[in-house]
């Protein structure tokens, strides 16, 4: 079994985000912020699949509004939403996670997933080895993009991230690895909102109103 590359140092992840994706960690954090938030506007009277469904929809937005802006497409092959670059033949799916960025555990897909996502993971391989590739139509390159989700897990106030290219996907769950790259990890998401709070708070403006004596 091969080993799992663990990206998890600031200046690796910065690195390794801007050398395969054209991507800061800020930007993925906001995909996060994104999902999060929304799943926080479910109330009571949703139903009760409400949360996991607008963190999917909203962090599949936020992934397609920040890297459509870089050249990236959308991608819907197999009714997998996905958002891909045809040049680096990179795909990245959104997927909410039971856990994620942690080293003792693999991320685990809160629903498991289908023989479409199995096929994508599959198909990808050969992605990750550009010297054995010839000319592709647009349509092949989008079937044979290296797959890469962004895991995001929430419970409560601890949220964490990670984006990572699965080997392979066996009984409805990821199994093993090619490289994953911790972008919250335990801890550092408290810290982001004690920090957005007093942004905030010193950005707002007022207004005053100037009365003649």
Not at 88 to 109: E, G, M, S, T, Y
Request: some cysteine; hydrophobic content about 40%; proline content about 4%.
């Amino acid at each position: 079994m091969a080993v799992v590359k663990i990206v998890s140092e600031d200046w690796e992840i910065e690195s390794r985000l801007r050398d395969e994706f054209d991507a800061s960690k800020e930007e993925v954090i906001e995909i996060v912020r994104a999902a999060v938030g929304a799943r926080r506007d479910a109330i009571d009277d949703d139903p009760v699949n409400a949360p996991g469904l607008l963190s999917y929809i909203f962090g599949t937005r936020a992934i397609r509004t920040i890297f459509r802006s870089k050249g990236w497409k959308i991608s819907r092959l197999d009714n997998i939403e996905a958002t891909y670059d045809p040049v680096r033949r990179a795909k990245i799916v959104f997927q909410n996670a039971d856990h994620a960025a942690d080293l003792q555990r693999k991320p685990k897909a809160v629903s498991d997933k289908g023989p479409a996502a199995e096929r994508a993971v599959k198909n990808g391989q050969m992605a990750l080895f550009p010297d054995m590739q010839k000319e592709q139509e647009e349509a092949e390159i989008a079937a044979t993009a290296a797959v890469w989700y962004l895991f995001v897990s929430a419970d409560g106030d601890d949220v964490r991230a990670e984006l990572s290219c699965p080997d392979v996907i066996e009984g409805g769950q990821f199994k093993d690895f090619h490289e994953r790259i911790f972008i919250l990890q335990p801890g550092e998401w408290s810290r982001l909102e004690v920090v957005d709070d007093g942004a905030s708070a010193a950005e707002q403006e007022f207004e005053i109103n100037v009365t003649r004596k």
